[in-house]
């Protein structure tokens, strides 16, 4: 992500245009009725020339502002400027002292305020944006010092986090809430994820398709291999060596394969309720992946999905690295925020 120029909101001294439609009851023909000048708190400006107006059908009196001004003493630059620095990685402290040297002083709750409005603005205009592939992953950041259950929404396409909520991805009714709108506003086709239950129960039930990432995959099977190495019976170790094949092309017939290869592994059981031997833990990974095979490779057929949940994890990690320079977030209201902006980078 190289940014060249950082653009903030325009913000004009004076207005040269007139209002439209009055803010009491729409009507449409006005006087100027005086003016004032107002104090504000630019980067640039001091002061912004506002005039007054008098509706000429209810005979009310408002106040018309110049670009980037409004009633509030910051101006939408300024309140933009801010939340861009904390994303760059100060904190609100130097925030705070970094805009002094512009004989700007700001209070650290109109600054933790201004992060919040910035985000809301993100949330609003992402709101209804089209995200046909949409990367879905849990994470664990700390809320009033305790690791708060939490799980993010991320666009794929732009690699822009759409949605952070308060969600357990361990609790597949949980998760169905919390994506259930976000699939039917945004049109979501395919989600990515790793491979826990509770995607796979949700992604079938909201009728998606879902990516399973080769990562999270490719690492499990690592494990499990690598410990029935040493315990399977010398005669099945070709197996293994197949299905790491298997893994590394992801061939379409690949679920068949791995079925045909379960029905070859003999069933044996020692004793009831004891271990599970090492051909039915071979038995149990082959019919997993044998019946989990589609999720794996959708990527092959459908160009935009990616293979790994690679580009979430790093919206992720943006949020984890800005994230632990708040110490205690007080509320899930501010920590939603915090996630969104600094998942976003500078991109909004
Ligand atoms: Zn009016």
Request: proline share 4%; net charge positive; hydrophobic share 40%.
């Amino acid at each position: 992500m190289a940014i060249v120029t950082l653009r903030l909101p325009d913000v004009k001294r004076k207005t040269t245009t007139r209002p439209q439609k009055c803010p009491y009851c729409s009507g449409e023909t006005f006087q100027r009725w005086g003016q004032v000048s107002k104090p504000v708190k630019d980067n640039r400006h001091r002061r912004v020339q506002v005039y007054r107006y008098r509706c000429c059908h209810c005979q009310r009196t408002f106040r018309y502002y110049p670009e980037g001004v409004g009633r509030a003493d910051q101006t939408e630059r300024l309140r933009k400027l801010v939340a861009v620095l904390w994303v760059l990685g100060m904190s609100l402290r130097s925030v705070k002292l970094a805009l002094s040297a512009f004989n700007l002083s700001l209070s650290h709750m109109t600054v933790w305020r201004d992060l919040q409005e910035q985000a809301e603005l993100i949330k609003a205009r992402r709101k209804w944006q089209g995200v046909r592939v949409l990367g879905v992953d849990g994470a664990y950041p700390l809320l009033k010092g305790k690791k708060q259950p939490t799980i993010v929404a991320i666009d794929l396409g732009s690699g822009q986090p759409m949605a952070v909520g308060q969600v357990d991805e361990a609790n597949p009714a949980a998760v169905r809430r919390f994506l259930e709108p976000l699939v039917q506003r945004l049109g979501v086709k395919v989600i990515v994820t790793d491979d826990l239950n509770s995607y796979r129960k949700v992604a079938e039930q909201l009728g998606v398709e879902q990516q399973v990432c080769q990562f999270h995959v490719r690492r499990w099977v690592g494990v499990a291999l690598r410990e029935l190495e040493q315990t399977l019976p010398a005669e099945w170790l070709w197996v293994l060596e197949e299905v790491k094949k298997l893994l590394s092309e992801l061939p379409l017939e690949g679920s068949q394969r791995l079925f045909q290869l379960w029905k070859q592994v003999p069933q044996k059981r020692i004793g009831q309720g004891g271990d599970r031997s090492s051909l039915e833990k071979l038995r149990y990974i082959l019919i997993r992946m044998s019946e989990h095979w589609a999720s794996y490779r959708v990527f092959d057929w459908q160009k935009d999905v990616p293979w790994t949940n690679n580009g979430t994890e790093q919206a992720i990690g943006r949020m984890k690295m800005r994230a632990r320079t708040v110490r205690g977030y007080k509320s899930w209201q501010g920590m939603e925020a915090a996630l969104l902006l600094s998942g976003s980078g500078l991109s909004w």
